[in-house]
């Protein structure tokens, strides 16, 4: 049994990971595991088409949170702050830093029009730079239950949260995930106008395609902090109706074998 979020396996992704410092020999021996796995579970039905060409044996079960995880305590949806700014959160791995890059034009403007405005990045990037800075996640909290509880006791830092994608195909098979975890957060949250987003604009995500785009919907949210409130409101709601890991069958028909 093998288990993919993201494409690891075709020759465009490949060249693109080792770019960015991936080893090529892991991501080969990933290949071979997933070639001779009996199933690959894998969150996307794009992600699915692109793992077909190494095996065949394919089963779309998209992502879930564990609200064991998220739920305790229930964060709040608005911040209780005294400080002016707008503070917004951007969180990922290494491998985002070309879709970081989509905001610093964004950024850029609004230090230049003076408004109160702070994007603080977790993962991300190695260095803070002069449109945003990092928080470190503190030794022994990356395995993720104690980086969700980090996250956690961190919710007061920021306003509203936000999910960069460049319109790539590598990035178009990748899930939601980030907007469900943010929305647990209890952060509202503004993403890429792509792939795995789209679909979300229904449940609260707001989109945004353009500089201009990302300027509004930012600048919409510095004018009045609960601009976004209903948005999160009924991201919260989708999220807990239907992508939380409370009802498991899904996982334990892939496993099994039984979802055909």
Do not use: C
Not at 56 to 65: E, L
Not at 105 to 111: E, G, K, L, N, T
Not at 149 to 161: F, V
Not at 240 to 260: F, K, Q, V, Y
């Amino acid at each position: 049994m093998a288990e993919l979020d993201d494409d690891l396996l075709t020759d465009a992704a490949v060249d693109r990971l080792v770019s960015q410092g991936y080893d090529h020999v892991r991501l080969e021996t990933m290949k071979r595991l997933v070639k001779f796995a009996d199933r690959v579970i894998v969150s996307t039905p794009t992600l699915a088409t692109s793992v077909r060409e190494v095996n065949r044996s394919i089963v779309v079960v998209p992502n879930v949170v564990d609200p064991e995880l998220w739920t305790r305590p229930r964060p709040m949806l608005v911040r209780e702050s005294s400080d002016e700014s707008l503070r917004v959160l951007y969180m990922g791995s290494w491998t985002h830093a070309g879709d970081l890059d989509l905001l610093r034009p964004v950024f850029a403007r609004f230090i230049a029009e003076g408004r109160p405005i702070a994007l603080e990045t977790v993962g991300i990037a190695d260095h803070d730079e002069g449109w945003f800075e990092r928080l470190d996640i503190p030794a022994g909290r990356g395995n993720y239950p104690e980086f969700v509880s980090w996250l956690m006791d961190n919710r007061h830092r920021w306003d509203i949260a936000v999910a960069p994608l460049e319109d790539t195909e590598f990035n178009a098979q990748k899930s939601d995930l980030k907007f469900l975890e943010y929305t647990m957060l209890g952060l509202p949250t503004i993403a890429s106008d792509v792939g795995p987003y789209k679909p979300m604009a229904a449940h609260g995500l707001r989109l945004a395609r353009t500089e201009e785009d990302w300027h509004a919907a930012l600048s919409e949210a510095l004018g009045d902090r609960s601009v976004y409130l209903s948005q999160a409101v009924n991201a919260r709601e989708y999220v807990e109706a239907n992508r939380t890991l409370t009802d498991s069958h899904r996982w334990i028909n892939a496993i099994m074998g039984r979802d055909r």
